[in-house]
C-alpha cells in the first residue's frame, strides 16, 4: 500500500483508494473492494474521486449519482502518463471506462496524480495535476469531466530538487474569523515529503498570498561547502572506463530516462548513457582531504558494490555508497576525519546491467559538517521522512466543515525494503486541519483527529515532574501503542530527550529544545534499522511556540511514531521497528534539571477489537 487515492465521502462513509477501505469514524475501517484495475497493459495510477451529483456527466442520474474517478493512466509501454475517467453507478463496487480516455494527453511520461473538486463560484468542476519534472501545478476546468480546457500552471516556487507529486487544493476558514477563508494549495517533492501554499483561486489561477510568500523567501538559507570537483567544466583529467559514461557530464535527464531531479547546476555524472546495459567506471585525479567530511548528491540504482561512488585510499576502497533506487539525487556524507590530510581518489562504477542499472553523482564537496537537503526552502507540512503522497477527503459529511486528511508513511528511499513480513507500507493517523492568522502570515495546522481519544485506555497523570540526569522518568506501558501529552516551559536551559521503545536493540528519541525553539527525531541506528543506509537519521523542525509553553503530543502505534508540536503547528513522523517486548518510555536531560508541568499518557486500544 503506497498513496491514499481516491478518496471520497458518500452514504454515510468516507471511502479511500476508491472503496478498497470505507470509515464511518475514521477509526474503525471496513475492507471494501478495488475493481478500478489495469486494462490492456494501462496502469491505474494515483487519482480522485467525486459524486456527480448534479449529473454532469451524464454517467448517471440526479437521482442516482455516478461516482467518477479521474486518475493517470500509465501505458507500461511507452511510460506515457495520462488523465482518465472510469464510472460506478454501484457505490464504487465496480467500474466502468469512459470510452474516450484518455481525457487529457500531453505525450509526457512526467503528468500524473489529478485531484478534482466541484468549483462553486465558477460552477464546474476544476483540476490539479502535477507536471512532475517541471515542478508545477496545472490547472484545468470542465463542465462535464470528460472535456478539459487549460486554465494555467503554478510553479516552480519553493521546493523544487524533487518532482512534483499528489497535488491538492481546497478552501479553510481562518482561526477565529469564519468568515474569511484562504485556498490551501499542497503539492509533494519526491522523495522529501509535503509542501503547502496559501493564497486565493478563482477557478482560474491559484495566486501565493503575498504574506505567506514574503515569509517564504526570508526562510530560505546555504550551507557554505568547498567543491571539489566542477562537473560545469568536464572531467577531461578523470580516467574513463567502458561505455556507461559520456565523456562529458551529462546535462540531466539521458533517453528514456525518468526524470532526473536534484543535482546542482547544468551537469552531473550519469551512466544512463546509452541504458541500463551499457556499463563502466570513472576515476579522478588524486585530491587532499582538507576537512572532517566528504559529501556528495547520489541517486541511481541501489546495487552495492556494484552500483556506486567509492572513496579510494592508495587504490582500496575506504568508503562506499550505492543509489537508493531514486533518480532523485540525495546527499549523503562520509566522516573521514581519521584520514584528514592524505590523498584520496573517487571512483564511481557502474557494472550492473540489471533495472536500475545505473548511478548518479553531483557536487562532490568537503566540508566541516555534513551537508544536508535545505528543507527550510518551502512550508513544510511535516518534517519527518514518512508522511508522503498526502490527500484529503474532497468533502466530508454534507453539514461538516471539517477538513481531513492522511497520508503514506513511507518513503521510496527505503519502501521496499523495510523488514515487514506480508505486507508493506500503511496510513498515517487521519488528521484535521486548520489555519491560524499569525501576525499575517498563515500557518497550517494538523492535529489527530478528536475520534481518537475513543481509544484511550489506561491513564497516567502527573504534574510538575522533576527530571534530573541521574533521575530520569521512567514508564513501562504494555505495548507500543500509546498517546503521550507533556507541556514544558520554554524558560528551561536544558533539553528533554523522549526514548520510546528503549530495550538493548532498538528506541527512537524524541529531543524537544524550548530555548532554541527546536524539536527533532533521532532514528538510531541498530540492528532492527541497517536494512537500508538512509533509514537511520535526524530530522529536525522548527518548535514556533507562541507564549511561554511548549506542548507535544506524541503517538505511538506499534511501528511508527507521530510528533505534533504546539497544537499541530509542528509535525515529524517516522516509521522504527521496535522489538515487540521493548516498550519502555525514558524521559531524561544531559545535564541538570528540567521540571515538566504536565505529563499524560493513554494506553490506546487497537482499532480492530470487538
Not at 65 to 91: C, G, K, M, W, Y
Not at 587 to 592: A, D, E
Request: aromatic residues 10%; hydrophobic residues 35%; negative net charge.
Amino acid at each position: 500500500m503506497n498513496d491514499p487515492t481516491g478518496m471520497f465521502f458518500y452514504a454515510g462513509r468516507y471511502h479511500l483508494n476508491y472503496h478498497t477501505g470505507l470509515t464511518k469514524d475514521f477509526i474503525h475501517w471496513e475492507h471494501g473492494t478495488h475493481n478500478l484495475r489495469e486494462i490492456d497493459s494501462m496502469r491505474v495510477m494515483s487519482g480522485s474521486a467525486v459524486i456527480d451529483r448534479k449529473n454532469t456527466s451524464a454517467f448517471g442520474s440526479e437521482k442516482k449519482p455516478a461516482i467518477v474517478a479521474v486518475f493517470s493512466h500509465l501505458n507500461q509501454q511507452t511510460r506515457e502518463q495520462t488523465q482518465s475517467v472510469a464510472f460506478s453507478l454501484d457505490t464504487a463496487k465496480t467500474w466502468s471506462m469512459h470510452k474516450s480516455n484518455p481525457v487529457i494527453d500531453l505525450n509526457s511520461k512526467e503528468f500524473r496524480d489529478p485531484h478534482v473538486f466541484w468549483h462553486n463560484s465558477t460552477n464546474r468542476w476544476i483540476m490539479a495535476v502535477a507536471l512532475a519534472d517541471k515542478c508545477q501545478v496545472r490547472f484545468y476546468s470542465s463542465l462535464n469531466l470528460k472535456e478539459w480546457a487549460f486554465e494555467s500552471d503554478f510553479g516552480p516556487m519553493g521546493a523544487d530538487f524533487g518532482v512534483w507529486e499528489c497535488p491538492d487544493i481546497f478552501q479553510l476558514p481562518v482561526e477565529g474569523n469564519q468568515n474569511q477563508q484562504k485556498w490551501i494549495l499542497e503539492v509533494d517533492v519526491q522523495p522529501y515529503g509535503g509542501q503547502y501554499f496559501v493564497g486565493d483561486f478563482d477557478g482560474h489561477q491559484f495566486k501565493i498570498d503575498s504574506g505567506f510568500k514574503k515569509s517564504l523567501l526570508a526562510q530560505s538559507s546555504q550551507q557554505d561547502y568547498q567543491p571539489v570537483f566542477s562537473f560545469e567544466e568536464g572531467i577531461s583529467d578523470w580516467k574513463k572506463e567502458g561505455d556507461a559514461f559520456n565523456n562529458n557530464p551529462a546535462k540531466g535527464t539521458l533517453p528514456n530516462q525518468n526524470a532526473v531531479m536534484g543535482f546542482k547546476g547544468n551537469r552531473l555524472i550519469n551512466s544512463f548513457q546509452g541504458g541500463d546495459q551499457t556499463t563502466g567506471r570513472l576515476l579522478t585525479p588524486p585530491f587532499e582531504i582538507t576537512e572532517d567530511y566528504l559529501c556528495f548528491l547520489i541517486g541511481g540504482g541501489n546495487h552495492p558494490s556494484k552500483a556506486s561512488i567509492n572513496l579510494l585510499i592508495d587504490g582500496k576502497i575506504k568508503k562506499t555508497q550505492p543509489g537508493v533506487n531514486s533518480e532523485t539525487l540525495q546527499w549523503k556524507s562520509w566522516n573521514v576525519k581519521e584520514i584528514k590530510g592524505q590523498k584520496a581518489q573517487i571512483e564511481i562504477l557502474d557494472k550492473v546491467k540489471a533495472g536500475w542499472g545505473h548511478i548518479l553523482v553531483d557536487e562532490i564537496v568537503l566540508s566541516e559538517k555534513p551537508v544536508r537537503t535545505n528543507m527550510n526552502v518551502a512550508r513544510w507540512i511535516d518534517y519527518g521522512p514518512d508522511f508522503y503522497a498526502v490527500r484529503s477527503w474532497p468533502s466530508t459529511d454534507e453539514t461538516s466543515p471539517r477538513k481531513i486528511w492522511l497520508a503514506w508513511m513511507s518513503n521510496w528511499l527505503y519502501a521496499h525494503d523495510v523488514p515487514t513480513d506480508k505486507w508493506k507500507g500503511f496510513q498515517s493517523i487521519p488528521r484535521e486541519l486548520t489555519l491560524h492568522n499569525k501576525d499575517g502570515d498563515y500557518i497550517l495546522k494538523q492535529n489527530p483527529i478528536l475520534e481518537l481519544k475513543e481509544l484511550r485506555d489506561q491513564h497516567t497523570s502527573k504534574k510538575k515532574i522533576v527530571i534530573n540526569k541521574t533521575d530520569p522518568l521512567v514508564l513501562k506501558p504494555k505495548r507500543n501503542t500509546y498517546e503521550l501529552s507533556l507541556e514544558l516551559d520554554n524558560s528551561t536551559d536544558n533539553n528533554l530527550f523522549i526514548s520510546i521503545a528503549e530495550g538493548d536493540t532498538t528506541n527512537l528519541i524524541v529531543e524537544v529544545s524550548p530555548k532554541d525553539q527546536l524539536i527533532s527525531v533521532h532514528r538510531i541506528n541498530n540492528e532492527n534499522h541497517n536494512f537500508n543506509s538512509y533509514f537511520p537519521g535526524v530530522y529536525e523542525a522548527p518548535l514556533n511556540s507562541e507564549g511561554e509553553k511548549t506542548t507535544i503530543q506524541i503517538l505511538v502505534d506499534q511501528s511508527s511514531v507521530e510528533v505534533f508540536a504546539n497544537e499541530g503547528v509542528t509535525c515529524i513522523s517516522t516509521q522504527f521497528f521496535p522489538d515487540e517486548n521493548e516498550t519502555r518510555l525514558r524521559l531524561f536531560t544531559r545535564k541538570g534539571k528540567m521540571i515538566l508541568d504536565s505529563l499524560d499518557l493513554w494506553q490506546l486500544q487497537s482499532v480492530w477489537s470487538n
